[in-house]
């Protein structure tokens, strides 16, 4: 499922870039919010795939949205709980 993720984020990336928007090499952008939330955009570093926190958002995502849609990796959480599991893993 990693390899699959990182396959996807780096091809995600090098399509934003191609459309103009500032995604680091080594980083991906995932969309999130919870359930009639507004998604906010967030660059990540790609080390964050391999964190077993994240991998437990990748299986939600996976459960409820797939990996095949157009608008990016999308995680079904609320905001402020994923700044606060990404600010422990920085």
């Known amino acids: 499922m990693i390899k699959q993720m990182v396959k996807r984020c780096s091809s995600l990336g ?3 870039q191609q459309q103009g928007e500032d995604v ?3 980083h991906f952008v995932v969309y999130v919010g919870g359930v009639g939330e507004k998604r906010s955009r967030y660059i990540l570093p790609i080390s964050f795939l391999s964190t ?3 991998q437990i958002l990748l299986h939600q995502a996976e459960e409820e949205f797939g990996f ?3 608008m990016g990796l999308t995680i079904p959480c609320q905001q402020h709980v994923f700044e606060s599991l990404t600010s ?3």
Do not use: V
């Open 52 to 54: 077993p926190q994240f």
């Open 14 to 16: 090098r399509k934003q």
């Open 68 to 70: 095949d849609h157009q």
């Open 24 to 26: 680091p090499k080594g």
């Open 88 to 90: 422990m893993l920085r």
